[in-house]
Structure formats: structure tokens, C-alpha cells
T-cell receptor, first 114, second 111 residues
């Protein structure tokens, strides 16, 4: 149980275009989901906390207009990287809370902006 | 505020040898503690977690960790490692809502 599906696993896009990443909880309802960014050989950096039916809470330094988060249902949260640039290239990971102390992670999305 | 320190960025070890990956944390409230493993280009997989109860926690793949409140530590151990254990390991602390991750320890198992 407690599976989180993240798509796509890899995406290459041209500079200036937008990319949408989906995170779905398959067998449970996730009121809260987290979006992380991971640079090579580094830890996970929390970008934002996504709550179903409300606006996401962004961490300091994360541009909310560039990284649009939508959590319209209890099983789906999306991260859209708008007007992507090469510096946005990174590994993005979502996570959902199932219960106290239960965090389940998606498999990650490798974004390359060329 | 909570934080996690993983003292070793890289731990090389020979196959079948024991290993310990160190993790220290700080928090002003009661904590939940986790160890995750990450293989290249993949998400994080839970190895084990401490929520309450016994301080010795057993996880998957033969790993275990011991919660030491006085030393604010949660070190991960395995008595005999395999080549397939080569991966990045992350310690995390949570107050029950948002987890905070350490910088990770790269475990490299040599044949």
C-alpha cells in the first residue's frame, strides 16, 4: 500500500516552454503533498507544501509564479514549471503524507531544459 | 526548528563487512525519525522509521537503527553489506508534518 505515482520520469523541454509534473496517490487520499527539488549529490530541498483545495505554501526563495502547484483533488497534485530555463534543470520529487510519520515518495522527474 | 546532521558524506566499505551510517538531529519537540535509501534517478524508499516504543528499529534489507535520545542520534547499521546496498542514504526528522532531511551519505560497497 501507500503508492505515489509521479509522471513523467524524464522530460526534456526547450527553454521558454512550460512543463507539468503529476503526482498521484494511488491507494490513499493525500490531503498534503510536498514538492522537493534535488541537485546532484545533494539533499532534498523542500519547495512547497501542497494542501488539497487551498493554495500551496512556498518555502522562502521559491518563486511561486515560476513553480505553479495545484492540488485540486485528494489524489492529485501537479507542479508546473513555467517558462523553463536551463537553471531549472533538476530532479523533482513529490511526497505525500498518508498518516502520522508516513511519507511516501514518488519516483522523481528528471527535468532537462535545453 | 529541527535539523539533521549526517556527518559522513561518503562511506566506503567492503562487501560482507558491517557498516554504520551516522545521523544526529536537533528538535525542540518530540520527533519522528526516518532513514531512506535512494538509488540513482529514483525517489526515496523508506528503510525504517522510529515513531515511539522500542528504541531499536528494524527495517527492510537487514538494516536497523537505534534511537538514542540522550545523544540525539539515530545511527543506521547493517551487519553485512552487499554490493546492491550501494546507494545514497538520507536521515530525516519530522515533527509529524514536514520532514527535514540530512545532506545524505553515499554508501559505496566494494567487492
Amino acid at each position: 500500500g501507500a503508492v505515489v505515482s509521479q509522471h513523467p520520469s524524464r522530460v526534456i523541454c526547450k527553454s521558454g516552454t512550460s512543463v507539468k509534473i503529476e503526482c498521484r496517490s494511488l491507494d490513499f487520499q493525500a490531503t498534503t503533498m510536498f514538492w522537493y527539488r534535488q541537485f546532484p549529490k545533494q539533499s532534498l530541498m523542500l519547495m512547497a507544501t501542497s494542501n488539497e483545495g487551498s493554495k500551496a505554501t512556498y518555502e522562502q526563495g521559491v518563486e511561486k509564479d515560476k513553480f505553479l502547484i495545484n492540488h485540486a483533488s485528494l489524489t492529485l497534485s501537479t507542479l508546473t514549471v513555467t517558462s523553463a530555463h536551463p537553471e531549472d534543470s533538476s530532479f523533482y520529487i513529490c511526497s505525500a503524507i498518508r498518516d502520522v510519520g508516513g511519507y511516501t515518495f514518488g519516483s522523481g522527474t528528471r527535468l532537462t531544459v535545453v | 526548528a529541527q535539523s539533521v546532521t549526517q556527518l559522513d558524506s561518503q562511506v566506503p566499505v567492503f562487501e560482507e563487512a558491517p557498516v554504520e551510517l551516522r545521523c544526529n538531529y536537533s528538535s525542540s519537540v518530540s520527533v519522528y525519525l526516518f532513514w531512506y535509501v535512494q538509488y540513482p534517478n529514483q525517489g526515496l524508499q523508506l528503510l525504517l522509521k522510529y515513531l515511539s516504543g522500542s528504541t531499536l528499529v528494524k527495517g527492510i534489507n537487514g538494516f536497523e537503527a537505534e534511537f538514542n535520545k540522550s545523544q540525539t542520534s539515530f545511527h543506521l547499521r547493517k551487519p553485512s553489506v552487499h554490493i546492491s546496498d550501494t546507494a545514497e542514504y538520507f536521515c530525516a526528522v519530522s515533527d509529524g508534518y514536514i520532514p527535514t532531511f540530512g545532506r545524505g551519505t553515499s554508501l559505496i560497497v566494494h567487492p
